[in-house]
């Protein structure tokens, strides 16, 4: 059987490439190399290269997204996709990849772009009955409307918009307006967006799920993971997320009519948002009214070695290899 070549895309413009980094590595680790020859690609604002085995790097044809490699010209069959942020996650990339014809790993430009919007993805769901925070949005160019911010019930969550990994993110208990504009500028700055949304805390148990289609078209859910903030911690951000204060559990410990709830939501999640490939949804589960509300969706979920989707992979008694041979083949079964 012929061998794929598989583009391992990683990078990005963002704070979130060594986050990137990272998954790519892990990934390059476990892609089964009796199957595939992998190259890692690496996508920067300053240019898109490879680099081979001798230390050389050299630019990616733009045209037809080839390089060159002991003297053959190497186009890819699939793109593996590793970027976590723009502009792999925000779908621009994708729609590059659309133009040219090659397959890859993750949801559709047309989705990605929407998912990555926190707002458009929140504004979505709850037309679909999905139960979701109530939120309202700012806008680095406009007048700050405190008044409209602070109509919401404190505690609130000020995050950049576009983007992912917590960067960026504030929790608010007070209606201040000094503290509101100054979570409104940590957003901007860090989070590297001119749009904020700020949205109403939810009280409960934070669970977060894989979902993807399996080979026969079925959407399917990975056993969820819990996220459990270590004490003096009120919020997830990237601090808490990537340097382990933070408490995981996996599978979750959580009541059977719970974990019931989350898993068929995040299918309809998955199959409303019309996703592909394997995406990890965040919620919070009210104890008090037995709802999940949906946080938000992530197309490109991280896959470092202390990632939440491939220790739920290992908790449903997958291996990585199996697992990202599925992600490829499946582009190549529908």
């Known amino acids: 059987m012929k061998r794929k070549k598989v583009a391992l895309v ?7 490439a060594e986050i990137s980094y990272q998954s790519a590595e892990n990934v390059f680790n476990n892609l089964d190399k009796d199957k595939y020859d992998v190259y890692k690609i690496d996508i920067t604002k300053e240019g898109w290269f490879f680099t081979d085995a001798s230390g050389v790097k050299q630019h990616v044809n733009k045209n037809d997204f080839s390089i060159h490699v002991n003297g053959e010209q190497i186009h890819f069959d699939i793109a593996f996709m ?5 502009p792999g996650e925000d779908g621009k990339l994708l729609g590059y990849f659309d133009m040219i014809d090659l397959p890859y790993t993750s949801c559709s430009s047309a989705v990605s772009s929407l998912t990555f919007n926190k707002r458009y993805t929140v504004s979505v769901a709850s037309f679909a009955g999905i139960p979701v925070a109530k939120s309202v949005m700012a806008y680095k160019d406009q007048e700050i409307q405190i008044d409209k911010i602070k109509s919401l019930n404190f505690p609130v969550f000020v995050k950049p918009n576009n983007g992912g990994s917590s960067i960026g993110m504030s929790r608010l208990t007070e209606k201040n307006d000094e503290q509101i504009i100054a979570a409104l500028n940590k957003a901007y700055e860090l989070g590297k967006d001119d749009q904020v949304i700020i949205e109403e805390q939810i009280f409960g148990r934070e669970f977060t799920i894989g979902v ?5 078209g079925e959407i399917i859910t990975l056993p969820m993971t819990e996220i459990i903030l270590k004490k003096g911690r009120e919020t997830f951000d990237f601090e808490a997320k990537y340097n382990g204060e933070t408490a995981e559990v996996t599978p979750a410990e959580a009541p059977e009519e ?7 939501t995040a299918k309809k999640i998955y199959e409303t948002l019309n996703c592909s490939g394997v995406v990890r949804i965040d919620f919070i589960y009210n104890e008090e009214n037995k709802l ?5 969706v992530n197309t490109v979920p991280g896959q470092t070695k202390e990632s939440l ?6 908790a ?3 291996t990585l290899k199996d697992f990202y041979s599925s992600l490829i083949e499946a ?3 529908h």
């Open 258 to 264: 719970a974990a019931g709830k989350v898993a068929e």
């Open 316 to 318: 449903k008694g997958w």
């Open 10 to 16: 990683t990078g990005g413009y963002q704070g979130e």
């Open 309 to 314: 989707v491939p220790k739920q992979v290992k």
């Open 292 to 296: 999940p509300y949906m946080l938000e």
């Open 82 to 86: 590793c970027i976590h942020g723009s």
């Open 331 to 333: 582009k190549f079964i």
């Open 212 to 216: 993807l289609r399996n080979e026969s």
